[in-house]
T-cell receptor
Framework: DAKTTQPPSMDCAEGRAANLPCNHS???????VYWYRQIHSQGPQYIIH???NNETNEMASLIITEDRKSSTLILPHATLRDTAVYYC?????????????FGIGTKLQVIP | ETGVTQTPRHLVMGMTNKKSLKCEQH?????MYWYKQSAKKPLELMFV???????ENNSVPSRFSPECPNSSHLFLHLHTLQPEDSALYLC??????????????FGPGTRLLVL
């Protein structure tokens, strides 16, 4: 799996958009970008994933650059409950189990 | 309610103790996983089971012994642990091994402290 780099921490005001960046400059053509988050003392929670097109679901939007070397997770209206560690992961989606390295992630603190 | 439960949620044990962590999934999944998350370290995969058969052991020391009696239950037996084994132990399940990452459902974890 390709390695990802994320800032260790970020702050965001409540109600504002939280933009979390991720660099994955060695991503391969068949690797997807996944985002997970982990709220303190809970298991990781899937957020969104994409290959090359921008994606949106009820939780977030994912913007992937044209060269696919970086991406941004956007939480459009951050709430206090969005305070968590956010993990950016890249992996192929070709079937069969594949080991995933979560990395350290970005600790997002939403401020009232 | 994630459908994956873990007990106990917290555990304190001495280095000479023997204890077991339990994971149960109510989702009808066939694959189950144990992960370890230490403070300030990435989430680490420990074991993978598919249809009760172990398919991966990620170089885990023998003081950790997994058991999967059926597709719904997964245990992690602990004996003669070291203080550095203190961590959050997470269980996860997925429908099968061919699924994409988003099909893995995680339990709340057991926070283990080894004294």
């Amino acid at each position: 799996d390709a390695k990802t780099t994320q800032p260790p921490s970020m702050d965001c005001a409540e109600g504002r958009a939280a933009n979390l960046p991720c660099n994955h400059s060695t991503i391969s053509g068949n690797e997807y970008v996944y985002w997970y988050r982990q709220i303190h003392s809970q298991g990781p929670q899937y957020i969104i994933h994409g290959l090359k097109n921008n994606e949106t679901n009820e939780m977030a939007s994912l913007i992937i650059t044209e060269d696919r070397k970086s991406s941004t997770l956007i939480l459009p209206h951050a709430t206090l409950r969005d305070t968590a560690v956010y993990y950016c992961i890249v992996r192929a989606n070709s079937g069969g189990y594949q080991k995933v390295t979560f990395g350290i992630g970005t600790k997002l603190q939403v401020i009232p | 309610e994630t459908g994956v439960t873990q007990t106990p949620r917290h555990l304190v044990m001495g280095m000479t103790n023997k204890k077991s962590l339990k994971c149960e999934q109510h989702l009808g999944h066939n694959a189950m996983y144990w992960y370890k998350q230490s403070a300030k370290k990435p989430l680490e995969l420990m074991f993978v089971y598919n249809f009760k058969e172990q398919t991966e052991n990620n170089s885990v020391p023998s003081r950790f012994s997994p058991e999967c009696p059926n597709s719904s239950h997964l245990f992690l037996h602990l004996h003669t642990l070291q203080p550095e084994d203190s961590a959050l132990y997470l269980c996860a399940s997925s429908q099968d091994l061919a699924g994409a990452l988003e099909t893995q459902y995680f339990g709340p974890g057991t926070r283990l402290l080894v004294l």
